[in-house]
Every structure is written in C-alpha cells, then in structure tokens.
T-cell receptor
Framework: AQRVTQPEKLLSVFKGAPVELKCNYS??????LFWYVQYSRQRLQLLLR??SRESIKGFTADLNKGETSFHLKKPFAQEEDSAMYYC????????????FGRGTSLIVHP | EPEVTQTPSHQVTQMGQEVILRCVPI?????FYWYRQILGQKVEFLVS????????KSEIFDDQFSVERPDGSNFTLKIRSTKLEDSAMYFC??????????FGPGTRLTVT
C-alpha cells in the first residue's frame, strides 16, 4: 500500500532562515509526488510537482528514490510562506488523484 | 479567475439524517472529485466523477454515499444516514483534463 509520511506537525522558523519540510513515501511503483499548500482562510492548491522540476515561490523539491523522500525546501523563508503544507503521492492508475500526508504547519516569525 | 464554490460553508445535522453537500465546479472542467478531512487527520479521497459516472472511489465511499451531477453546473455529495464519524470538512475539486485539481473552500459537516 502506498503511504505518505510527514513527520513534523509543526515547523517554526524565523524570517530569512532556511526551511525544509520533510516528506517520505512508500510506494512500490514509479512515484509521482506533489506538494500542496493551504494558506490561512484559503483553499488547498497545488504548489509544485516533481516531474516538472520547477521552483514555485522560491520552493523546490527533489525526488530522492534511494531515500524515498520528497522534501520541500526554501533557502530564505518569508512570513507569507506561513501555511499548511501537504505532501501527496499520486494514486496508482491513470488518474491524478493524490494520497495526502497529514500536513506540516509552517510558521514563519518576523 | 474562476473558482470552485461549495455550499453551505457549515452544515449541522443530527445523526441519521440525510445531507446533501453542493459544489459548483469550474465551468469548463470535466473531472470532479470529493475529499474529506476529519479534524486533525489527512485529506482523504472519496470519489471521482467523469462523463456522468463514478470513475474511481475509495474504500470510504460506501453505500451511504452517492454523487450526482443533476444539471450542467452542480455536483453533489449525498450522505444518506449520517453518523457521528462523518463529521469532517468535505472538499470538492474539479479539473479540466484530470490532471491539476482546483479545490473548493470546503463544507464543514457537524453531525450531532
């Protein structure tokens, strides 16, 4: 069975500090991974996906198959990055339906 | 920018009652989804809908749940006989091509 683990419920940093939100997965096939973000009082939205290897709002995430990880990183956190972040793994099959982790609440202090 | 909308924002119902949660997907989208999130837990997939039928469902989506697209704009989730454990945030999402999903703001369902 596939599983996504986000070990930290809460991550608290100061503005300008580096951020790493951890995500580990278990999946026997070729994984497709995503990060979703939910800002306060806003809706859940896709932040980035590993296959596009993009940087969104300064965030990057690299798939490490050896460590089965897909950690989300940003070198310098901003206060507006404060949000709930969910790592997700595409369910098996053709449809892009995510299996979500529990989420990590990121708080960036001024 | 078009958005997925959901009504009501909060629904309180008594155990055993039927509830219908409503969603208006983005107008040119063809794929529709329901998720739920019990407080403090993960967002869980319930069901996906395409071409007027269920395309995929999870083990959570049992006989007490049903979905419908009654007209060209609405997408509904019906829970036939609510239980206390159905209390959760229910999210609707839609997608143009079955790839990137756009989520609604959610309906908080409280079963008493």
């Amino acid at each position: 069975a596939q599983r996504v683990t986000q070990p930290e419920k809460l991550l608290s940093v100061f503005k300008g500090a580096p951020v790493e939100l951890k995500c580990n997965y278990s999946y026997s096939g070729s994984p497709e991974l995503f990060w979703y973000v939910q800002y306060s009082r806003q809706r859940l939205q896709l932040l980035l996906r590993h296959i596009s290897r993009e940087s969104i709002k300064g965030f990057t995430a690299d798939l490490n198959k050896g460590e089965t990880s897909f950690h989300l990183k940003k070198p310098f956190a901003q206060e507006e990055d404060s949000a709930m972040y969910y790592c997700a793994l595409k369910r098996p099959g053709g449809s892009y339906i995510p299996t979500f982790g529990r989420g990590t609440s990121l708080i960036v202090h001024p | 920018e078009p958005e997925v909308t959901q009504t009501p924002s909060h629904q309180v119902t008594q155990m055993g009652q039927e509830v219908i949660l409503r969603c208006v997907p983005i107008s040119n989208h063809l794929y529709f989804y329901w998720y739920r999130q019990i407080l403090g837990q993960k967002v869980e997939f319930l069901v996906s809908f395409y071409n007027n039928e269920i395309s995929e469902k999870s083990e959570i989506f049992d006989d007490q749940f049903s979905v419908e697209r009654p007209d060209g704009s609405n997408f509904t989730l019906k829970i036939r006989s609510t239980k206390l454990e159905d209390s959760a945030m229910y999210f609707c999402a839609s997608s143009a091509q079955g790839y990137e999903q756009y989520f609604g703001p959610g309906t908080r369902l409280t079963v008493t």
